[in-house]
């Protein structure tokens, strides 16, 4: 993948032409999207623009087909990568790709075109038990149609954020191995939100709550999260443990509700005690 990137970098029209063809193919955008952002964060905004555009055009065409996720990931991505540029903090970018999808759920592009009548449809045919469900919700006074558009732009809202996040780490550590060999590793072994950076997440949920902006609570703490697996991954580096350990801490992190709770917490923890700090000084 290094070579990859090493020849997307030779220059814009590479880049431009890489990124335009990734976006393109159907399951390939994270390709095209991790070009942009390495442009971004190498070049900054306004030299990047032409791969962002050729990025965007086919990611468009595909928006009109009914797949928004490109073209919301690439937006998603751009604007984390110029945060992270200027600012130099992983913090501040999660926050403003947190704001910015919570306001893409909020806008509803996330919603299936045809809505979602067709979905329930399905559901109550291929579950007893689901029918009976929405039926019960139905007879209770809920608009089982506004309730399904609620779930499925919250869900997909989420999903985009995490993969957006995960082609920014791709871009990063691309630009990491081209121009500082190393860094992209000590960076996000580093990488703990600052007080002020958790009460922003605070505030943000509260507002949220209080507005009734449910996406822009629920979204708001991805930035804690992926604090608290910067610190798993930490920690883990600072004892020089086998790289089975993260396998199995992922298997539980995607399997299990309660890992997710703990790994929160722990950047939570994080953001006051500095325990990679701490252990560094044990060691």
Partial sequence: MLALARWFMKGTPYAAGGAALATLVPWLFWLGVAIAGLVTLRKGFAPALPVIIAAAVPSGWWWIQGDVIPLASLLLVTLMAVVLRERMR??????????????????????????????????????????????????????TQTLASLVVGNVTGLVVLLASIACLALARSWQAGLYNPGGFRTEFHAFRLTPKELLTLFAIGIAGM???VYALAMLCWIPLLIAGIALVHGVIGLKGMNGLWLVAFYILLITTWPTILIVLLLGLMDTFANVRARLARSN
């Fill in 90 to 143: 992983w913090g501040l970018a999660l926050i403003a790709g947190a704001v910015a999808a919570s306001a893409m759920v909020q806008l509803g592009i996330f919603i299936p075109p045809q809505g979602t009548e067709l979905m329930l449809e399905q559901l109550r045919q291929g579950s007893e038990e689901v029918d009976g469900m929405l039926t019960e919700l139905t007879n209770q006074g809920y608009d």
């Fill in 210 to 212: 209080l507005l009734g």
